[in-house]
């Protein structure tokens, strides 16, 4: 069974910056596709950035120009640099890891809160 951990949430005020961070278990292993999710209270989850095995990037439109999605892979890692953060950002964001022959992986979930 792949592990996957998270880190790096916490409070922090409306225009400031946090880095999360998601590492998996399955050692030199590229998944397919890595991505971030987030889910607000009273909401649907929703997709927030994808990166795929070639590094090719994609963002929903709300994080587009103020989140990075970027991963290191001699450390299993994933991270989700959150840059001029909003209200509107709180939420706890989710790590996703897939692949079509070893499956899909979910971090634990970790909250993120944007408030003055």
């Known amino acids: 069974q792949v592990q996957v951990v998270e880190s790096g949430g916490g409070l922090v005020q409306p225009g400031g910056s946090l880095r999360l961070s998601c590492v998996h278990s399955e050692s030199a292993f590229v998944f397919v596709t890595m991505g971030w999710y987030r889910q607000a209270p009273g909401k649907q989850r929703e997709w927030v950035a994808q990166?795929?095995?070639?590094?090719?990037?994609n963002y929903r439109d709300s994080v587009d120009g103020r989140f990075t999605i970027s991963t290191d892979h001699s450390k299993n890692a994933l991270y989700l640099q959150m840059n001029s953060l909003k209200p509107e950002d709180t939420a706890v964001y989710y790590c996703n890891f897939f692949d079509y022959e070893r499956g899909d992986y979910w971090g634990q979930g970790i909250q993120v809160t944007v408030s003055s």
């Open positions: 990166i795929s095995q070639t590094g090719f990037t």
